[in-house]
């Protein structure tokens, strides 16, 4: 198994709103990570667990907020976002085991966020 | 400031002839290079790697070259096939941290 599922992959949600992206991967991999791609652009990156600790965090405002329930799963928690936050949201996971093993990671099929 | 460059944002070529997509970087301590393919709906795939401590890298049909002087690298596919079409990002990272992205470049292979 080399996937890694995300759920949603479609959420249109109003700017009071509280909704969860969910992502899950069964390779052992220990570092997970989530990326932001606005179209046109390049990913970029948010936050990264690693050992289900957050090990980096790209000045995210708080309308967003991580966790990682286990070594498996990872959640991003969005509560009051603006229609500029309407985005691809893509969870990555890699081993994590430091060398190159932070940056080869796999990607999953993104969810595609619209705040109305 | 955009660390990961890549100039063409799209590039179209005949079925079997050699695809060349090129990366430019800024920042000298990034110490490993990624590209990754995109296909609409999907997430990215990772396709081959490169340790800065070496020039080259070959995985079948796909070969990264990687110029540190120029601060240059670029993949070359060869045979280019239909399946090729795809967006494809070039990363790099320094000590494993976080990946770096360019702004990708659209591939178009014709028949």
């Known amino acids: 198994d080399t996937e890694v599922t995300q759920t949603p992959k479609h959420l249109v949600m109003g700017m009071t709103n509280k909704k969860s992206l969910k992502c899950e991967q069964h390779?052992?991999?220990?570092?997970m990570y989530w990326y932001k791609q606005k179209a046109k652009k390049p990913p970029e990156l948010m936050f990264v667990?690693?050992?289900?600790?957050?090990?980096i965090n790209e000045s995210v405002p708080s309308r967003f907020s991580p966790e990682c329930p286990n070594s498996s799963l990872l959640n991003l928690h969005l509560h009051a976002l603006q229609p500029e936050d309407s985005a691809l949201y893509l969870c990555?996971?890699?081993?994590?085991?430091?060398?190159?093993?932070?940056?080869?990671?796999?990607f999953g099929q993104g969810t595609r966020l619209t705040v109305v | 400031d955009q660390q990961v460059k890549q100039n063409s944002p799209s590039l179209s070529v005949q079925e079997g002839r050699i695809s060349i997509l090129n990366c430019d970087y800024t920042?000298?301590?990034?110490?490993?290079f990624l590209w990754y393919k995109k296909y609409p709906a999907e997430g990215p795939t990772f396709l081959i790697s490169?340790?800065?401590?070496?020039d080259k890298n070959e995985d079948g049909r796909f070969t990264v070259f990687l110029n540190k002087s120029a601060k240059h690298l670029s993949l070359h596919i060869v045979p280019s096939q239909p399946g090729d079409s795809a967006v494809y990002f070039c990363?790099?990272?320094?000590?494993?941290?976080?990946?770096?992205f360019g702004q990708g470049t659209r591939l178009t292979i014709n028949p």
């Open positions: 490169i340790s800065s401590i070496k």
């Open positions: 990555a996971s890699s081993q994590g085991r430091g060398g190159r093993g932070h940056t080869e990671a796999f």
């Open positions: 920042n000298s301590m990034f110490d490993y």
């Open positions: 667990y690693s050992y289900e600790k957050l090990s």
């Open positions: 390779m052992g991999h220990r570092a």
């Open positions: 990363a790099a990272s320094v000590a494993a941290q976080k990946l770096v």
